[in-house]
């Protein structure tokens, strides 16, 4: 069975500072990840997906994508308090079958 | 956005008990997913439908079952609940390129 393991389990940063955060599949079928955020209590929302490796930017965000090694990453630049949340990465392979599998997630506080 | 319903919100049930969740989509989205999310497990597929009548195996569906009656409405069933199965459960539904939009979860007690 496919695995997603995220690091670090959680992530404290200054406001301000830059949130690394990591995500790695086991599956070398995988070809494609997304990040979702969730603010406690409330339901995740995609917030970026990669599908070609390289590297994405929207606004504070950014994701690299390593196909080879199957990792993704989000930083974010400029963190706010309001970027405290649950960060987690899915994947999924180019099947057809649209099955997806999370990490458990990197919890990330922003302290003003 | 895409909408996702989900009911109840909350619900208490004591094991052996019958539960029904439900999940209903506006969108008419083919694709509807069931997940627990718990505490170090994020978020795991219990089971995932395509279309009304279909039903697929996700990675945690012991105890569950699931009916996809329409294209709209989605339900997990646990006909014999277990402490085991205390969890949050969330209901997505997969719209353009593979975003999933999830609904406002169902939290259940199993006694």
């Known amino acids: 069975q496919q695995k997603v393991q995220q690091s670090p389990e959680s992530l404290i940063v200054p406001e301000g500072g830059m949130a690394s955060l990591n995500c790695t599949s086991s599956d070398r079928n995988v070809d494609y990840f997304w990040w979702y955020r969730q603010h406690s209590g409330k339901s995740p929302k995609m917030l970026m997906?990669?599908?070609?490796?390289g590297e994405k930017e929207e606004g504070r965000f950014t994701v690299h994508l390593n196909k080879a090694s199957l990792h993704t990453s989000l930083h974010i630049r400029d963190s706010q308090p309001s970027d405290s949340a649950l960060y987690l990465c899915a994947a999924s392979r180019n099947t057809g079958n649209y099955k997806y599998v999370f990490g458990a997630g990197t919890r990330l506080k922003v302290i003003a | 956005e895409a909408a996702v319903t989900q009911s109840p919100r909350n619900k208490v049930t004591v094991t052996g008990g019958n539960v029904t969740l439900s999940c209903r989509q506006t969108n008419s989205h083919n694709y509807m997913y069931w997940y627990r999310q718990d505490t170090g497990h994020g978020l795991r597929l219990i089971h995932y439908s395509y279309g009304a009548g279909n039903l697929q195996i996700g990675d945690v569906p012991d105890g569950y079952k699931a009916t996809r009656t329409t294209q709209e409405d989605f339900f997990l069933l646990l006909e014999l609940a277990s402490p085991s199965q205390t969890s949050l459960y969330f209901c997505?539904?997969?719209?353009?390129?593979?975003?999933?939009?999830f609904g406002p979860g169902t939290r259940l007690l199993v006694l």
């Open positions: 997906s990669i599908f070609s490796n």
């Open positions: 997505a539904s997969r719209g353009n390129q593979d975003t999933q939009y």
